[in-house]
């Protein structure tokens, strides 16, 4: 019966770090969270920001923990900038410009 439980009690912990390791989380300059989606593995994410356009062109977001490169988006209109296909962890908006939203959404 112990060696069943320490069985089921290894594959909870498995199954919760696969879907840690599965979440997206988009914080402010602020450390303070804008968006999280659970369950993915790279998404698109949506900025919308008030700022002027050369600020909007030098938003990055930045891998926090340091294991992948920084992100450029692309400018779309006058106030957001896309990110195309942002892997899971957590990333942090560097931008002169405020954060007025943030959507995370499947990439296509």
């Known amino acids: 019966m112990k060696l069943r439980a320490i069985i089921m009690m290894a594959a909870f912990l498995c199954g ?6 599965s979440e997206l989380r988009i914080i402010d300059s602020s450390g303070l969270n804008r968006a999280i989606r659970m369950g993915v593995i790279e998404a698109k994410v949506t900025l919308e920001l008030a ?3 050369e600020a909007l062109s ?3 977001l930045v891998n926090i923990d340091g294991l992948l490169p920084d992100r ?3 400018v779309l209109d006058s106030k957001k900038v896309v990110f195309e296909q942002i892997a899971a962890g957590t990333w942090q908006v560097h931008s002169s410009a405020k954060v007025i939203s943030v959507v995370i959404s499947e990439n296509r």
């Open 51 to 53: 700022g002027p356009a």
């Open 72 to 74: 450029t988006g692309r």
């Open 16 to 21: 919760t770090q696969a879907a840690a390791a």
């Open 58 to 60: 030098q938003t990055k």
